[in-house]
């Protein structure tokens, strides 16, 4: 009898799991989690994130919590709230904050953590409903196709 193996797509896991979801790039062979880099925005799906992988930034050695700012009218002032939260967890963190450049912002955050050498990426996951299909908003989707290193999603 020949044994079916059935494969979700990492999309449908993020959108149904209701739990944080590690996707690996296709090359990966293990998350590290000893440099983090945690793609922040102000929303609830980032605070997910974080609070998910909580027990991973407390033990690594490096956590880097940017802001990728895309328009002017955009601020960074919460950075520090949250880098405080996780500091009272015992995270060493650094903060980096910068303007998105002619790309996307997925690729900004996919450079800098190339760039630091960073090994896994810890990032909300978002959705918008179309008609009545959930599609990705631009990040999320733009990580999901070209991310090179892990990515933590959460909702």
Sequence with gaps: MRRRTAFA???DLILSAGLPVIVMPPDAAEVVGKR???GWK???QA???ITAALPLLVEAEEVLLSRVMVGEEESA???QDV???LKLHGVQVQLDVR???GRSVAQDLLSLAADQELDLIVVGAYAHARMTEWVFGGVT???LKSADRPVLFAR
Excluded: H
Aim: proline fraction near 4%.
């Design 36 to 38: 983090i880099l945690i």
């Design 47 to 49: 605070r997910s994130a």
């Design 141 to 143: 989707d733009n990580l």
């Design 42 to 44: 102000n929303t609830l």
């Design 9 to 11: 797509q990492p999309g």
């Design 77 to 79: 002032a919460d950075l």
């Design 83 to 85: 880098a405080d939260r």
């Design 99 to 101: 303007r998105r450049t």
